[in-house]
Protein backbone atom coordinates (compact mmCIF):
# COMPACT_ATOMS: atom_id res chain seq x y z
CA UNK A 1 0.00 0.00 0.00
CA UNK A 2 1.27 3.19 -0.96
CA UNK A 3 1.64 6.25 1.34
CA UNK A 4 -0.43 9.29 0.77
CA UNK A 5 1.03 12.74 0.56
CA UNK A 6 -0.13 13.64 3.42
CA UNK A 7 1.50 10.45 4.98
CA UNK A 8 4.95 10.98 3.36
CA UNK A 9 5.12 14.64 4.28
CA UNK A 10 4.51 13.25 7.86
CA UNK A 11 7.10 10.96 6.98
CA UNK A 12 9.29 13.37 6.35
CA UNK A 13 8.82 15.99 9.22
CA UNK A 14 9.30 13.04 11.58
CA UNK A 15 12.60 12.35 9.88
CA UNK A 16 13.79 15.69 9.81
CA UNK A 17 12.70 16.28 13.44
CA UNK A 18 14.78 12.97 14.17
CA UNK A 19 17.64 14.10 12.29
CA UNK A 20 17.65 17.39 14.44
CA UNK A 21 17.56 15.97 17.92
CA UNK A 22 20.40 13.29 16.26
CA UNK A 23 22.55 16.34 15.24
CA UNK A 24 22.01 18.01 18.61
CA UNK A 25 23.88 15.56 20.15
CA UNK A 26 26.38 15.21 17.16
CA UNK A 27 26.70 19.17 17.56
CA UNK A 28 28.00 18.24 21.66
CA UNK A 29 30.19 15.26 20.68
CA UNK A 30 31.98 17.14 17.60
CA UNK A 31 32.14 19.94 19.80
CA UNK A 32 34.09 17.85 22.46
CA UNK A 33 36.19 16.26 20.34
CA UNK A 34 37.05 19.46 19.06
CA UNK A 35 38.16 19.99 22.18
CA UNK A 36 39.46 16.84 22.76
CA UNK A 37 42.21 16.60 20.24
CA UNK A 38 43.54 19.95 20.53
CA UNK A 39 44.08 19.07 24.20
CA UNK A 40 45.54 15.91 22.98
CA UNK A 41 47.82 17.99 20.84
CA UNK A 42 48.87 20.86 23.33
CA UNK A 43 49.90 18.11 25.48
CA UNK A 44 52.02 15.97 23.48
CA UNK A 45 52.08 17.45 19.48
CA UNK A 46 52.31 15.65 16.44
CA UNK A 47 54.92 12.44 17.21
CA UNK A 48 55.76 8.67 18.41
CA UNK A 49 53.60 8.97 21.57
CA UNK A 50 50.59 10.45 19.45
CA UNK A 51 51.62 7.92 16.83
CA UNK A 52 51.82 4.95 18.95
CA UNK A 53 48.35 5.60 21.35
CA UNK A 54 46.35 5.77 17.12
CA UNK A 55 48.67 2.43 16.14
CA UNK A 56 47.10 0.84 19.52
CA UNK A 57 43.65 2.06 19.30
CA UNK A 58 43.33 0.70 15.66
CA UNK A 59 43.27 -2.87 17.34
CA UNK A 60 40.23 -2.77 19.99
CA UNK A 61 38.42 -0.15 16.97
CA UNK A 62 38.57 -3.01 14.65
CA UNK A 63 37.37 -5.40 17.04
CA UNK A 64 34.79 -3.54 18.17
CA UNK A 65 33.72 -2.32 14.20
CA UNK A 66 33.79 -6.54 13.89
CA UNK A 67 31.62 -7.60 15.98
CA UNK A 68 29.69 -5.01 16.73
CA UNK A 69 29.19 -1.86 14.90
CA UNK A 70 28.95 -2.89 11.27
CA UNK A 71 26.00 -4.76 13.02
CA UNK A 72 23.64 -2.29 14.33
CA UNK A 73 22.79 -0.72 11.01
CA UNK A 74 23.25 -3.86 8.62
CA UNK A 75 21.31 -5.76 10.99
CA UNK A 76 20.14 -4.87 14.41
CA UNK A 77 18.22 -1.99 13.56
CA UNK A 78 16.03 -3.19 10.83
CA UNK A 79 15.61 -6.33 12.70
CA UNK A 80 14.84 -4.95 15.89
CA UNK A 81 12.31 -2.19 14.42
CA UNK A 82 10.18 -4.97 13.42
CA UNK A 83 9.72 -7.06 16.29
CA UNK A 84 9.57 -3.68 18.64
CA UNK A 85 5.79 -2.60 16.29
CA UNK A 86 4.88 -6.48 16.67
CA UNK A 87 5.65 -7.62 20.14
CA UNK A 88 7.05 -6.45 22.93
CA UNK A 89 7.64 -9.27 25.41
CA UNK A 90 9.21 -10.97 21.93
CA UNK A 91 11.38 -8.19 21.19
CA UNK A 92 12.85 -8.07 25.04
CA UNK A 93 13.49 -12.27 24.31
CA UNK A 94 15.86 -11.04 20.93
CA UNK A 95 17.90 -7.78 22.59
CA UNK A 96 18.14 -10.38 25.86
CA UNK A 97 19.49 -12.97 23.74
CA UNK A 98 21.47 -10.88 21.39
CA UNK A 99 22.96 -8.82 24.83
CA UNK A 100 24.08 -12.09 26.19
CA UNK A 101 25.90 -13.37 23.05
CA UNK A 102 28.03 -10.11 22.24
CA UNK A 103 29.35 -9.24 25.64
CA UNK A 104 30.44 -12.92 25.58
CA UNK A 105 32.35 -12.79 22.44
CA UNK A 106 33.86 -9.13 23.17
CA UNK A 107 35.34 -10.50 26.41
CA UNK A 108 36.84 -13.95 24.65
CA UNK A 109 38.20 -11.88 21.52
CA UNK A 110 40.02 -8.84 24.11
CA UNK A 111 41.91 -11.48 26.30
CA UNK A 112 43.20 -13.36 22.78
CA UNK A 113 43.67 -10.01 21.19
CA UNK A 114 45.59 -9.12 24.61
CA UNK A 115 47.57 -12.23 24.73
CA UNK A 116 49.06 -12.07 20.69
CA UNK A 117 49.11 -7.87 20.92
CA UNK A 118 52.63 -7.97 19.93
CA UNK A 119 51.94 -9.53 16.98
CA UNK A 120 49.02 -7.65 16.31
CA UNK A 121 50.81 -4.29 16.42
CA UNK A 122 53.84 -5.89 14.38
CA UNK A 123 51.14 -6.24 11.20
CA UNK A 124 50.37 -2.67 11.50
CA UNK A 125 53.91 -0.73 11.52
CA UNK A 126 56.75 -1.42 9.46
CA UNK A 127 59.68 -3.89 10.77
CA UNK A 128 62.15 -0.66 11.19
CA UNK A 129 59.77 1.31 13.38
CA UNK A 130 60.78 -0.72 16.53
CA UNK A 131 60.19 2.03 18.99
CA UNK A 132 56.80 2.57 17.78
CA UNK A 133 55.86 -0.53 18.16
CA UNK A 134 56.66 -1.10 21.80
CA UNK A 135 55.38 2.10 22.70
CA UNK A 136 51.84 0.88 20.94
CA UNK A 137 51.88 -2.83 22.57
CA UNK A 138 51.98 -0.89 26.03
CA UNK A 139 48.94 0.89 25.44
CA UNK A 140 46.54 -1.93 24.02
CA UNK A 141 46.18 -3.99 27.67
CA UNK A 142 45.25 -0.54 28.61
CA UNK A 143 42.72 0.08 25.98
CA UNK A 144 40.75 -3.46 25.73
CA UNK A 145 38.69 -2.80 29.05
CA UNK A 146 36.56 -0.69 26.63
CA UNK A 147 35.58 -2.71 24.31
CA UNK A 148 33.16 -5.09 26.03
CA UNK A 149 30.94 -1.46 27.72
CA UNK A 150 31.23 0.21 24.10
CA UNK A 151 29.79 -2.99 22.39
CA UNK A 152 26.86 -3.74 25.11
CA UNK A 153 26.39 0.59 24.66
CA UNK A 154 26.25 -0.22 20.82
CA UNK A 155 23.66 -2.63 20.98
CA UNK A 156 21.69 -0.61 23.49
CA UNK A 157 21.94 2.53 20.62
CA UNK A 158 20.35 -0.11 18.31
CA UNK A 159 17.27 -1.25 20.69
CA UNK A 160 17.04 2.50 21.51
CA UNK A 161 16.60 3.61 17.78
CA UNK A 162 14.29 0.77 17.07
CA UNK A 163 12.16 2.05 19.39
CA UNK A 164 12.62 5.43 17.56
CA UNK A 165 13.80 7.06 20.98
CA UNK A 166 16.91 9.36 19.36
CA UNK A 167 17.41 11.28 22.55
CA UNK A 168 20.24 9.43 24.87
CA UNK A 169 21.94 7.80 22.09
CA UNK A 170 22.11 10.99 20.50
CA UNK A 171 24.65 11.65 23.45
CA UNK A 172 26.88 8.70 23.61
CA UNK A 173 29.25 10.12 21.87
CA UNK A 174 29.57 13.04 23.58
CA UNK A 175 29.44 11.20 26.90
CA UNK A 176 32.22 9.47 25.49
CA UNK A 177 34.50 12.65 24.38
CA UNK A 178 33.98 13.98 27.82
CA UNK A 179 35.19 10.36 29.66
CA UNK A 180 38.53 10.83 26.83
CA UNK A 181 38.84 15.05 28.40
CA UNK A 182 38.84 14.42 31.79
CA UNK A 183 40.96 11.55 32.04
CA UNK A 184 43.54 13.31 29.70
CA UNK A 185 43.24 16.52 31.52
CA UNK A 186 43.30 14.62 34.88
CA UNK A 187 46.28 12.33 34.10
CA UNK A 188 48.52 13.64 31.47
CA UNK A 189 51.14 15.21 34.33
CA UNK A 190 50.73 12.01 35.72
CA UNK A 191 51.29 9.24 33.46
CA UNK A 192 51.71 10.70 30.23
CA UNK A 193 50.53 9.41 27.05
CA UNK A 194 48.60 6.17 29.58
CA UNK A 195 45.76 9.21 29.65
CA UNK A 196 44.36 9.15 26.45
CA UNK A 197 44.05 5.01 27.22
CA UNK A 198 42.41 6.15 30.86
CA UNK A 199 40.31 8.47 29.39
CA UNK A 200 38.92 6.02 26.38
CA UNK A 201 38.30 3.75 29.21
CA UNK A 202 36.26 6.37 31.23
CA UNK A 203 34.08 7.85 27.96
CA UNK A 204 32.70 3.85 27.15
CA UNK A 205 31.86 3.57 30.19
CA UNK A 206 30.00 6.75 30.47
CA UNK A 207 28.12 6.19 27.30
CA UNK A 208 26.78 3.02 28.68
CA UNK A 209 25.50 4.90 31.58
CA UNK A 210 23.88 7.77 29.61
CA UNK A 211 21.77 5.27 27.82
CA UNK A 212 20.72 3.19 30.78
CA UNK A 213 17.80 5.41 31.58
CA UNK A 214 16.09 4.28 28.39
CA UNK A 215 16.10 0.86 29.18
CA UNK A 216 13.82 1.66 32.30
CA UNK A 217 10.82 -1.00 30.61
CA UNK A 218 12.94 -3.19 29.33
CA UNK A 219 12.37 -7.06 30.02
CA UNK A 220 16.24 -8.12 30.41
CA UNK A 221 17.30 -11.84 31.51
CA UNK A 222 20.62 -14.07 30.39
CA UNK A 223 19.33 -16.08 26.96
CA UNK A 224 21.76 -18.13 24.34
CA UNK A 225 19.11 -18.52 22.41
CA UNK A 226 20.31 -19.23 18.87
CA UNK A 227 17.61 -20.94 17.68
CA UNK A 228 15.35 -17.68 18.04
CA UNK A 229 14.60 -16.66 14.25
CA UNK A 230 15.53 -13.40 14.38
CA UNK A 231 18.87 -13.89 16.13
CA UNK A 232 19.13 -16.55 12.87
CA UNK A 233 17.41 -13.41 10.64
CA UNK A 234 20.30 -11.07 12.51
CA UNK A 235 23.44 -13.19 11.81
CA UNK A 236 22.32 -13.84 8.42
CA UNK A 237 22.00 -10.00 7.70
CA UNK A 238 25.48 -9.55 9.50
CA UNK A 239 27.44 -12.47 7.87
CA UNK A 240 27.85 -10.12 4.52
CA UNK A 241 28.66 -7.03 6.66
CA UNK A 242 31.74 -8.81 7.94
CA UNK A 243 33.36 -9.43 4.49
CA UNK A 244 33.17 -5.31 4.07
CA UNK A 245 34.59 -4.78 7.26
CA UNK A 246 37.15 -7.82 6.68
CA UNK A 247 38.15 -5.19 3.48
CA UNK A 248 38.10 -2.29 5.86
CA UNK A 249 40.30 -3.80 8.24
CA UNK A 250 42.42 -4.55 5.12
CA UNK A 251 42.61 -1.23 4.07
CA UNK A 252 43.37 0.33 7.64
CA UNK A 253 46.13 -2.48 8.26
CA UNK A 254 47.67 -1.09 4.63
CA UNK A 255 46.83 2.43 5.15
CA UNK A 256 48.77 1.93 9.23
CA UNK A 257 51.42 -0.09 7.78
CA UNK A 258 52.46 2.77 5.11
CA UNK A 259 51.88 6.02 7.34
CA UNK A 260 54.21 4.68 10.18
CA UNK A 261 57.05 4.87 7.72
CA UNK A 262 56.47 8.95 8.06
CA UNK A 263 57.29 10.49 11.21
CA UNK A 264 54.47 12.11 12.69
CA UNK A 265 52.04 11.31 9.65
CA UNK A 266 49.46 8.90 12.18
CA UNK A 267 48.78 11.86 14.43
CA UNK A 268 48.56 14.63 12.05
CA UNK A 269 46.19 12.35 9.61
CA UNK A 270 44.19 11.80 13.17
CA UNK A 271 43.84 15.99 13.61
CA UNK A 272 43.15 16.38 10.15
CA UNK A 273 40.69 13.76 10.09
CA UNK A 274 39.22 15.44 13.42
CA UNK A 275 37.96 18.40 11.17
CA UNK A 276 36.63 16.00 8.31
CA UNK A 277 34.66 14.02 11.25
CA UNK A 278 33.13 17.17 12.18
CA UNK A 279 30.59 18.02 9.50
CA UNK A 280 30.23 13.62 8.73
CA UNK A 281 28.89 13.48 11.87
CA UNK A 282 26.94 16.30 12.19
CA UNK A 283 25.23 16.01 8.97
CA UNK A 284 25.51 12.73 7.23
CA UNK A 285 25.35 10.43 10.15
CA UNK A 286 22.69 12.51 12.15
CA UNK A 287 20.64 12.44 8.70
CA UNK A 288 20.89 8.58 8.00
CA UNK A 289 20.48 7.21 11.45
CA UNK A 290 16.78 9.53 11.31
CA UNK A 291 16.29 7.75 7.95
CA UNK A 292 17.00 4.27 8.50
CA UNK A 293 13.98 3.07 10.76
CA UNK A 294 11.60 4.55 8.41
CA UNK A 295 13.43 2.93 5.31
CA UNK A 296 13.19 -0.29 6.88
CA UNK A 297 9.38 -0.02 7.39
CA UNK A 298 9.05 1.08 3.97
CA UNK A 299 10.60 -1.45 2.40
CA UNK A 300 9.08 -4.10 4.78
CA UNK A 301 5.77 -2.71 3.48
CA UNK A 302 6.75 -2.99 -0.36
CA UNK A 303 6.56 0.31 -0.13
CA UNK A 304 9.00 1.48 -3.17
CA UNK A 305 7.78 5.14 -3.70
CA UNK A 306 7.53 6.39 -0.43
CA UNK A 307 11.23 4.45 0.22
CA UNK A 308 12.59 6.30 -2.96
CA UNK A 309 10.90 10.16 -2.00
CA UNK A 310 12.35 9.51 1.75
CA UNK A 311 16.05 8.98 0.48
CA UNK A 312 15.77 11.46 -2.06
CA UNK A 313 14.71 13.42 0.47
CA UNK A 314 17.35 12.09 2.87
CA UNK A 315 20.30 12.72 0.01
CA UNK A 316 18.96 16.42 -0.77
CA UNK A 317 19.53 17.41 3.30
CA UNK A 318 22.91 15.50 3.05
CA UNK A 319 24.12 17.25 -0.53
CA UNK A 320 22.19 20.95 1.04
CA UNK A 321 24.94 20.85 4.41
CA UNK A 322 27.92 19.14 2.83
CA UNK A 323 28.71 20.83 0.41
CA UNK A 324 28.80 24.35 1.67
CA UNK A 325 30.83 22.88 4.85
CA UNK A 326 33.64 21.32 1.93
CA UNK A 327 33.99 24.59 0.82
CA UNK A 328 34.26 26.58 3.99
CA UNK A 329 37.18 23.78 5.39
CA UNK A 330 38.94 24.84 1.85
CA UNK A 331 38.86 28.55 2.43
CA UNK A 332 39.67 28.43 5.62
CA UNK A 333 41.78 25.40 6.32
CA UNK A 334 44.99 27.61 7.90
CA UNK A 335 42.96 29.77 10.13
CA UNK A 336 40.74 27.03 11.42
CA UNK A 337 43.67 24.63 12.34
CA UNK A 338 45.86 27.51 14.09
CA UNK A 339 42.75 28.16 16.04
CA UNK A 340 41.43 24.91 17.04
CA UNK A 341 45.50 23.37 17.54
CA UNK A 342 48.62 25.80 17.80
CA UNK A 343 49.01 26.06 21.19
CA UNK A 344 51.51 24.53 23.88
CA UNK A 345 53.37 22.14 22.13
CA UNK A 346 51.78 22.03 19.01
CA UNK A 347 53.62 25.15 16.70
CA UNK A 348 52.75 27.10 13.43
CA UNK A 349 54.59 24.43 11.75
CA UNK A 350 52.43 21.91 12.91
CA UNK A 351 49.35 23.88 11.92
CA UNK A 352 50.79 24.37 8.17
CA UNK A 353 51.40 20.32 7.85
CA UNK A 354 48.15 19.47 9.44
CA UNK A 355 46.25 22.56 6.97
CA UNK A 356 47.49 20.68 4.11
CA UNK A 357 46.26 17.27 5.07
CA UNK A 358 42.88 18.16 5.70
CA UNK A 359 42.88 20.05 2.05
CA UNK A 360 44.00 16.77 1.00
CA UNK A 361 41.02 14.75 2.66
CA UNK A 362 38.46 17.55 1.41
CA UNK A 363 37.70 15.72 -2.07
CA UNK A 364 36.33 12.59 -0.87
CA UNK A 365 33.98 14.26 1.94
CA UNK A 366 30.95 14.75 0.11
CA UNK A 367 31.47 11.47 -1.76
CA UNK A 368 31.70 9.89 2.11
CA UNK A 369 28.56 12.01 3.16
CA UNK A 370 26.60 10.54 0.35
CA UNK A 371 27.63 7.39 0.51
CA UNK A 372 26.10 6.86 4.03
CA UNK A 373 23.06 7.75 2.87
CA UNK A 374 23.30 5.04 0.19
CA UNK A 375 24.59 2.29 2.40
CA UNK A 376 21.52 2.85 4.17
CA UNK A 377 19.53 2.77 2.02
CA UNK A 378 20.67 -1.53 1.03
CA UNK A 379 20.96 -2.17 4.99
CA UNK A 380 17.38 -1.10 4.97
CA UNK A 381 15.98 -3.29 2.40
CA UNK A 382 18.24 -6.14 3.73
CA UNK A 383 20.83 -6.21 1.41
CA UNK A 384 24.03 -6.32 3.40
CA UNK A 385 26.16 -7.83 0.91
CA UNK A 386 26.35 -5.42 -2.35
CA UNK A 387 28.05 -2.55 0.26
CA UNK A 388 30.28 -4.78 1.65
CA UNK A 389 31.75 -6.28 -1.73
CA UNK A 390 32.18 -2.63 -2.89
CA UNK A 391 34.65 -1.51 0.28
CA UNK A 392 36.92 -4.26 -1.90
CA UNK A 393 36.72 -2.24 -5.19
CA UNK A 394 37.34 0.67 -3.28
CA UNK A 395 40.29 -0.44 -1.07
CA UNK A 396 41.88 -0.84 -4.94
CA UNK A 397 41.21 2.84 -5.59
CA UNK A 398 43.14 3.55 -2.32
CA UNK A 399 45.96 1.42 -3.31
CA UNK A 400 46.00 2.48 -6.73
CA UNK A 401 46.21 6.64 -5.93
CA UNK A 402 47.73 6.13 -2.52
CA UNK A 403 51.15 3.92 -3.02
CA UNK A 404 52.39 5.86 -6.10
CA UNK A 405 51.84 8.93 -4.53
CA UNK A 406 53.49 8.27 -1.38
CA UNK A 407 56.18 5.96 -1.98
CA UNK A 408 57.35 7.07 -5.32
CA UNK A 409 56.21 10.96 -5.14
CA UNK A 410 57.29 14.31 -2.57
CA UNK A 411 53.86 14.24 -1.35
CA UNK A 412 54.72 11.68 1.78
CA UNK A 413 51.88 10.84 3.36
CA UNK A 414 49.57 13.05 1.82
CA UNK A 415 49.91 10.97 -1.14
CA UNK A 416 47.91 8.09 1.19
CA UNK A 417 45.78 10.97 2.45
CA UNK A 418 44.90 11.91 -1.46
CA UNK A 419 44.20 7.80 -1.22
CA UNK A 420 41.38 7.75 1.12
CA UNK A 421 39.88 10.33 -0.62
CA UNK A 422 39.92 8.83 -3.82
CA UNK A 423 38.70 5.29 -2.02
CA UNK A 424 35.93 7.49 -1.01
CA UNK A 425 34.80 8.65 -3.82
CA UNK A 426 35.17 5.84 -5.62
CA UNK A 427 32.99 3.38 -3.13
CA UNK A 428 30.17 6.66 -3.41
CA UNK A 429 30.11 5.99 -6.84
CA UNK A 430 30.20 2.65 -7.60
CA UNK A 431 27.30 2.11 -4.55
CA UNK A 432 25.32 4.73 -5.95
CA UNK A 433 25.86 3.19 -9.45
CA UNK A 434 24.20 0.06 -8.00
CA UNK A 435 21.94 1.31 -5.85
CA UNK A 436 20.36 3.46 -9.47
CA UNK A 437 20.00 -0.45 -10.98
CA UNK A 438 17.37 -1.85 -8.49
CA UNK A 439 16.22 1.61 -7.20
CA UNK A 440 15.73 3.94 -10.15
CA UNK A 441 15.89 7.27 -8.56
CA UNK A 442 15.53 9.52 -11.52
CA UNK A 443 12.79 12.29 -11.80
CA UNK A 444 13.42 12.78 -7.64
CA UNK A 445 15.69 16.46 -8.73
CA UNK A 446 18.58 14.83 -7.57
CA UNK A 447 20.92 16.30 -10.16
CA UNK A 448 19.43 19.56 -9.53
CA UNK A 449 20.10 19.55 -5.79
CA UNK A 450 23.64 18.85 -6.78
CA UNK A 451 24.18 21.46 -9.57
CA UNK A 452 22.57 24.09 -7.14
CA UNK A 453 24.11 23.19 -3.88
CA UNK A 454 27.55 23.51 -6.04
CA UNK A 455 27.06 26.55 -7.19
CA UNK A 456 25.76 28.46 -3.66
CA UNK A 457 29.28 26.69 -2.02
CA UNK A 458 31.55 27.48 -5.02
CA UNK A 459 30.40 31.29 -4.65
CA UNK A 460 30.63 31.14 -0.86
CA UNK A 461 34.18 29.63 -0.97
CA UNK A 462 35.03 32.28 -3.22
CA UNK A 463 33.24 35.08 -0.51
CA UNK A 464 35.32 33.28 2.35
CA UNK A 465 38.09 33.47 0.83
CA UNK A 466 38.08 37.51 -0.45
CA UNK A 467 38.07 38.12 3.13
CA UNK A 468 39.88 36.31 4.59
CA UNK A 469 42.86 37.19 2.49
CA UNK A 470 42.15 41.37 3.71
CA UNK A 471 42.42 39.58 6.93
CA UNK A 472 45.65 37.92 6.70
CA UNK A 473 46.91 40.07 9.34
CA UNK A 474 44.26 39.34 11.92
CA UNK A 475 44.09 35.88 14.48
CA UNK A 476 43.00 32.98 13.07
CA UNK A 477 40.02 33.22 15.37
CA UNK A 478 38.71 36.63 14.11
CA UNK A 479 39.19 35.16 10.53
CA UNK A 480 37.29 32.21 10.86
CA UNK A 481 34.67 34.02 12.67
CA UNK A 482 34.09 37.27 10.39
CA UNK A 483 34.44 34.71 7.03
CA UNK A 484 32.88 32.17 8.41
CA UNK A 485 29.63 34.28 9.20
CA UNK A 486 29.92 36.00 5.97
CA UNK A 487 30.10 32.50 4.12
CA UNK A 488 26.74 31.37 5.94
CA UNK A 489 24.97 34.36 5.46
CA UNK A 490 26.01 34.19 1.91
CA UNK A 491 25.13 30.45 1.67
CA UNK A 492 21.55 30.86 3.29
CA UNK A 493 20.49 33.41 0.96
CA UNK A 494 21.66 31.89 -1.89
CA UNK A 495 19.57 28.48 -1.06
CA UNK A 496 16.77 30.72 -0.96
CA UNK A 497 17.79 32.52 -4.39
CA UNK A 498 18.10 29.43 -6.20
CA UNK A 499 15.14 27.46 -3.96
CA UNK A 500 16.49 24.44 -2.98
CA UNK A 501 14.07 22.12 -1.84
CA UNK A 502 15.72 20.48 0.75
CA UNK A 503 16.72 24.38 2.29
CA UNK A 504 12.56 25.09 1.60
CA UNK A 505 11.18 22.16 3.57
CA UNK A 506 13.68 22.12 6.18
CA UNK A 507 12.64 26.05 6.95
CA UNK A 508 8.80 24.92 6.52
CA UNK A 509 9.52 22.07 9.31
CA UNK A 510 10.72 24.74 11.62
CA UNK A 511 8.50 27.02 10.99
CA UNK A 512 5.43 24.39 12.20
CA UNK A 513 7.34 23.21 14.89
CA UNK A 514 7.66 27.10 15.94
CA UNK A 515 3.93 27.73 15.44
CA UNK A 516 2.71 24.50 16.97
CA UNK A 517 1.30 25.38 20.80
CA UNK A 518 0.15 22.86 23.11
CA UNK A 519 -3.27 22.46 23.40
Not at 276 to 292: R, Y
Request: proline residues 5%; contains cysteine; positive net charge.
Amino acid sequence: MTETPAASTSVFRNIALAALLISLGNVASRVLGLVREPIIAAYFSRGLEVDAFTLAWTLPNALYELLISGAVSAALVPVFSEYAERDRDEFWRVVSTVITLAFTMLVIASALLAWQAPLAVALLARPTESALQAEAVALVGWLLPAVTLMGISGIVTAVLHAQRRFLLPAFVAAAFNTGMIIGIITLAPLVGIKSLAAGTLLGASAQLLIQLPGLRDAHLRIRFDLRHPAVRRILRLYAPVTLGIGFSLIGAVIDRWLASGFPAALSTMRFATTLIQFPLGLVASAVALAVLPTLSRQSAAGDDPAFRATLAMGLKIVLLLILPATAGLAALSRPITATLFERGAFGAEDTAVTALALVAYLPGLPAAAIDQMLLFAFYARKNTLTPNLIQGAAILCYLAVAVPLAEWTSLGFLGLVLGNSAQWIGHAIITAWLLQRSLPLRGLRLGEATVKGAIASGVMALAVSGIAALGQSWPPLAQVVVAGSAGIASYALLTVALRLEAATFLLSVLQQRLRRRPV
